[in-house]
């Protein structure tokens, strides 16, 4: 509030002239950024801009950036530079995302042809201050102090059958390692009655699959009076007509209940697959990174998962070499890795960050250490999966299609659990579901072949035998 978030600009910048109104958006990061810039490309569609492949065909070029680990945050300035040094030209460059909120107007200095800072939380007032750049105006929406989500109708999904759908934006939980708190501001869920509604549009509009998204998804809070909870909400969606499957992500331990599990056994439309980030397995080093749970709390709550009727998957984050991680608290990562047995890990070495809690705490793990336990882990995990998925060889799948590759004639689907199958397809197979069964397995995809399911398909099938290898 009371933000100074106008300043009239330098000569240098060009206003954006009628007619040269082509945009070109380029994301860094997670699955929530990747649906923010669906939302702006949507903004910019209704202000009459024409989306274009090529940065050098844009008059206005978009980096919507990450800042979770230093390299990520570095790429944008790298982006920068490289126009730098050819000559930014009349082209307009906004920045937009963490690592604008992070930065700020700091951004300016380091790229004086930069036009635009903003921020996710100001993404609401993104019309408003497009209009100031257009006007020739440098801008920048850096306010954190807000408890709207960005509610658009104009968002352009890129995906024609899956969609992303934000329930919840920002996060309260303070992880000492994390600027997703100073990144993206409070916590702030939307409206259980408006999200279902939205679904529904999507489901009449085709979408068969729905991903609800939200940084720390399941601290999801109705404060409508229907009052749902998120466990409610997921049963909700995932009744809608046509909606057969429905994803969310990502939930935190501190907030994961068993009505969640209880949900995933009762409706057949949500996914069995769980991302539950750990982090560590060390209780020393989830009380310095402020995680709220012990690494016994932790197992309960996965064990809640493996107790379910269905066979829901389980993948997580870890942060390895985080401050103070011994070899001993690393082990103890390890020995939790065998002891879920996760389905996917996604590990990172621990990157200081400003502003965060940790990122005045000495970084005692020395990055070629880092490094070291990063492949130990690795490698590990890999056993661990492909011990997982060779079970699951000869057994049948339903796979929703979700990509198809030419020059392997491969049809790509994933499982419900989150596994990824290729098997001998059509490219007009993109979208549908299919049976398939699992012939081989690596430690992370696995090779199939279709299977008849009805006689339609069976039919077919046989006329088109050479398609199935
Ligand atoms: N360093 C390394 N990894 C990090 N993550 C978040 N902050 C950091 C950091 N400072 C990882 C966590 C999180 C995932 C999205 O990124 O594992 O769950």
């Known amino acids: 509030m009371g933000e100074p978030f106008v300043q009239i600009s330098s000569a240098s910048s060009t206003a954006l002239t009628a007619g040269a109104r082509r945009f070109y958006i380029e994301t860094f990061g997670c699955q929530m950024n990747a649906h923010d810039s669906e939302k702006v490309a949507g903004v910019l569609l209704a202000r009459g801009y024409v989306p274009v492949t090529n940065p050098e065909e844009a008059d206005f070029i978009f980096y919507n950036t990450c800042s979770i680990r230093e390299k990520a945050a570095q790429k944008v300035f790298s982006r920068l530079g490289q126009f730098r040094k050819r000559g930014a030209g009349s082209q307009i460059f906004a920045v937009l995302g963490c690592v604008a909120q992070q930065e700020g107007e700091e951004i300016f200095e380091r790229a004086p042809h930069v036009s635009l800072v903003c921020g996710s939380a100001s993404y609401p007032r993104l019309p408003e201050l497009l209009e100031q750049v257009e006007r020739g105006r440098r801008v920048t929406g850096l306010s954190l102090d807000t408890d709207e989500c960005f509610e658009t109708e104009l968002t352009r999904r890129e995906n024609r059958f899956r969609a992303y759908l934000t329930i919840m934006e920002g996060c309260d939980k303070r992880c000492s390692f994390c600027v997703v708190p100073m990144t993206r501001g409070p916590e702030r ?60 992500t990502t939930s935190h331990p501190r907030d994961f209940t068993p009505e969640m599990v209880a949900a995933i056994d009762a409706c057949p439309a949500l996914c069995d697959h769980i991302h539950l980030p750990v982090q560590s397995g060390s209780n020393a080093v989830l009380r310095r990174m402020l995680r709220g749970y012990t690494r016994e709390e932790y197992l309960e709550k996965t064990d809640c998962i493996r107790s379910a009727r269905r066979c829901i998957s389980i993948s997580t984050d870890i942060i390895v070499g985080f401050c103070g991680e011994t070899a001993d608290d690393f082990e103890q990562t390890l020995w939790l890795l065998e002891r879920v047995g996760y389905d996917q890990v996604f590990s990172f070495k621990y990157s200081p960050r400003p502003r965060t809690p940790a990122g005045g705490w000495p970084d005692t793990v020395p990055e070629e250490e880092k490094g070291r336990r990063l492949i130990i882990l690795q490698e590990r995990q890999r056993q661990i999966q492909l011990a997982r998925n060779q079970v699951c060889v000869g057994k049948e799948f339903e796979v929703l299609v979700e990509g198809f590759q030419p020059k392997l004639s491969q049809a790509v689907g994933r499982t419900t659990s989150n596994r990824v199958v290729n098997f001998a397809g059509r490219p007009e197979w993109v979208g549908s579901y299919m049976n398939v069964r699992v012939t081989a397995v690596g430690p992370n995809s696995w090779v199939g072949k279709r299977v008849k399911t009805s006689t339609a398909e069976a039919q077919e099938l046989t006329a088109q035998p050479s398609q199935q290898g």
């Open 189 to 248: 869920s939307r409206p259980s009655q408006k999200i279902l509604e939205e679904c529904r549009l999507l489901a009449d509009q085709g979408f068969s699959e729905i991903q609800l998204l939200g940084q720390t998804v399941n601290s999801y809070r109705d404060l409508s009076p229907a009052r749902r909870s998120f466990a409610e909400l997921l049963v909700a969606v995932g009744q809608i007509p046509g909606i057969r499957r429905v994803r969310f």
